[in-house]
Nanobody, 127 residues
Framework: QVQLTESGGGSVQAGGSLKLSCIAS????????MGWFRQALTKETEGVAV???????SYADSVKDRFTIYRNNTKGRLYLQMNSLKPEDTAVYFC?????????????????????WGRGTPVSVSS
């Protein structure tokens, strides 16, 4: 089993920044693909960014050039740096992990949902 705990969400004005963190525990860290997903009110869950341990990554078009996903394998942490936030980025953000090592886009597009999920951290961006 893998436990994932997110933190760093909050309320900001449009144009502001937030950094989300995810702590992974319970299984060997470093051999999996991990990602950030979000779900806005009344909308379906969507992929935001995915990063695999081989260095491959993928981002949703809506966040490219604004968000950056990165990890610290030593500390067992995954991060999402979010800049130039927009009201449409408002959502609950989830950290997820998977050990099957599928293609990053398979995870991002939720063709193969990741096996392990955190409980989420809310992000609210006001105009």
């Amino acid at each position: 089993q893998v436990q994932l705990t997110e933190s760093g969400g909050g309320s900001v004005q449009a144009g502001g920044s937030l950094k989300l963190s995810c702590i992974a525990s319970g299984r060997s860290y470093g051999s999996e693909c991990m990602g950030w997903f979000r779900q806005a009110l009344t909308k379906e869950t969507e992929g935001v960014a995915v990063l695999c341990n081989d260095g491959t990554s993928s981002y949703a078009d809506s966040v490219k050039d604004r968000f950056t996903i990165y990890r610290n394998n030593t500390k067992g942490r995954l991060y999402l740096q979010m800049n130039s936030l927009k009201p449409e980025d408002t959502a609950v953000y989830f950290c997820a992990a998977d050990y099957r090592e599928l293609a990053v886009d398979m995870y991002l597009k939720l063709n193969s949902p990741m096996d392990y999920w955190g409980r989420g951290t809310p992000v609210s961006v006001s105009s």
